[in-house]
């Protein structure tokens, strides 16, 4: 049995007596109103060495604030506004009070390739506050410059893809997906060179943890056992503390892991959203959807579509990603083996164990979350056959995936009318209809149907708003201009992805013709 996780996390470990560390600059420096008194819990920190280094953020010159995410400072429990002290923190140019800095390292498999040594190129641990919620939140700068595992780069990010990961991340949290969040992006006219010459910006995220798959294996490729366990016990410890006193706790925990990835996946499906770089390195062991880069919501449908440009085997194509969640736990529960019992054959034993729960838990989950789209309250064996027909219809129209679904909620089962407003969306319209008498007599078969509470039911499961890569580059492009409105604009629609907002209608179309084939790379 799983323990639900809370807003942050479930439960909240507290670390009293704690001393603040003191990282003043010279200079005069005044918190900001609050942030000062906000309760530091230092936990991951005190892990130390090997697990990450010091590292002071690099100074952005003249940062500007594009937006700052006020609802999430209040959960935070700090003022709903960024001053200029503020600006100063999210920018990477001052310290938060009494906190050090630093990068963590970790390993992965990038497109299926071992790396044995990566990690936090360009992002910072800045705090560990403590919410008035007495959940613990972990905030880290991506942008904030060169470290020790920056490979020889300059450890900064671009506007471009700032704006995206600060605009997914809460549309994400938004759509009910678990994910990190973002408080703030700010940006500097600093050049930074990748594709082009770009500018650069700063997010502050916000998560429980930034633990991933990756830290396993950075210990388990150098034989390091001892690492290896005391991060397992934090992360026990931090966010699984109902398993502290389990005979096997590893086992216990790294099971709720593989059942979080396979939940989690299954919504990404749900909602067309393709991850684009689902590497062991961006997975997070609380199961957060976690690194925004080449991601993409779908527009037409596709089973192989590939999001990132880069991804040049497909390997990370939507179809793909529940088979690629499974393989990335399987790497986990290979890295972990050693804490699951002394001989290595029963320690693989259990790994198999644990990873046969991948596919049944993704497999209830994406029935579950299919039947919840189409408006049926009971999910039956045969409902495969209807969902992988309505999937067919739309990839051999090359029809839209989020309009499609919420569009079905208009079609009613007390008519056997065409369906007219729906079908014209599909490309063959006979293929449709004879499609639509089967779900009608599938709706049927359910007691006390009733449209308008079912299509009630489906609107809030099929939104009618996602980021679309065209929605996010009109941003971009204005932002680049010095124009943060449409950022703004973006982030307040993205709140309510499932209401209808009739001023904003525009924003639920279909991608014009010439922003159709807007290309996402890694540097995205």
Known sequence: MIAPPGRWARYFLAAPGIERMSTAMPGAFSPPRGLADLPLCPVYSRLGRPFHQPVAATSLPEPRMVHFN???????????????QLLEILAGNRPWPGYASSASVYAGHQFGAWVPQLGDGRALLIAEVRTPARERVELQLKGAGPTPYSRGLDGRAVLRSSIREYLASEAMHALGVPTTRCLSLVASPQPVVRETVESAAVVCRAAASFVRFGQFEYFAGRGQTEPLARLADHVIAEHFPHLQGHPERHA?????????????????????FCHGVMNTDNFSVLGLTLDYGPFGFMDRFRWYHVCNHSDYEGRYAYRAQPEVGRWNCERLLQAVSPLLADAPGRAAEI????????????????????????????????????????????????GDFTR??????????????????????????????AWVADYRTRLRSEQNVDDEARAGRMNR?????????????????????????????LAELLRRPYDEQPDMEAYAAEPPDYMRNIEVSCSS
């Open 70 to 84: 006020a609802a999430l400072a209040g959960e935070l429990g700090f003022g709903p506004e960024a001053g200029p």
């Open 252 to 272: 216990a925990w790294l099971g709720e892991v593989v059942e979080r990835t396979a939940r989690l996946i299954a919504q990404w499906q749900l909602l067309g």
């Open 351 to 398: 790994g198999q164990d644990l990873l046969r729960r991948y596919a049944s838990v993704y497999h209830r989950a994406v029935m579950r979350g299919w039947a919840d789209k189409l408006g049926l309250r009971e999910v039956r064996e045969t409902d495969a056959g209807l969902i992988d027909e309505f999937l067919g219809l739309l990839q051999r129209g090359r």
């Open 404 to 433: 499609s679904f919420r569009l079905l909620g208009r079609i009613r089962t007390d008519s056997d009318a065409p369906a007219r407003g729906v079908r014209e969306a599909f490309a063959d319209i006979n293929a449709f209809d």
């Open 461 to 489: 499961v099929n939104p009618k708003y996602v980021l679309r890569n065209h929605l996010a580059q009109i941003a971009i492009d204005k932002a680049m201009l010095g124009d943060y409105s449409e950022v703004a604009r």
